[in-house]
């Protein structure tokens, strides 16, 4: 009798324990939400860039609120498969002439963001 309740033992204690081992054997895939930002092409603002040069470079943005179309949010939520997720964001300032004024978020600006542009 005593064989018989150690190997129930062993066998539910082994099944435990093997929850946890076994999960990060299973694929999972990344999950990718929100705006792709490169920082390349967060570098390649420069100060006075009309909506237009922006979208083409960054793509579309994430956010932009009614009554408040001066200001875009690019949000970028990711997930890798075994790992804590990262969230990142950027937002843009525009003027009344729609040239960009200022960024802020976790992105760093490029060494040329007040260059003239050509």
């Known amino acids: ?3 018989k309740t ?8 082994g099944s435990l324990a093997g929850c946890s081992c076994v999960n990060k054997l299973v694929y999972h895939v990344d999950i990718n939400q929100g705006n792709y930002i490169d920082q390349n092409a967060v570098e390649n603002l420069k100060f006075g860039m009309n909506k237009e040069q922006v ?8 956010l932009v ?3 408040y179309d001066n200001t875009w949010y690019f949000v970028q939520w990711f997930k890798p498969s075994h ?3 990262k969230h ?3 937002i843009l300032s525009f ?4 040239q960009l004024m200022d960024i802020k978020g976790d992105y760093q600006l490029g060494s040329l963001f007040f260059e003239p542009i050509l």
């Open 1 to 3: 009798m005593c064989c």
């Open 6 to 13: 150690l190997a129930v033992v062993l066998f539910i204690l």
């Open 55 to 62: 979208k083409f470079l960054l793509g579309s943005p994430m």
């Open 65 to 67: 609120e009614a009554g």
């Open 83 to 85: 790992a804590t997720p």
């Open 88 to 90: 990142k964001k950027l």
């Open 95 to 98: 003027d009344d002439n729609d």
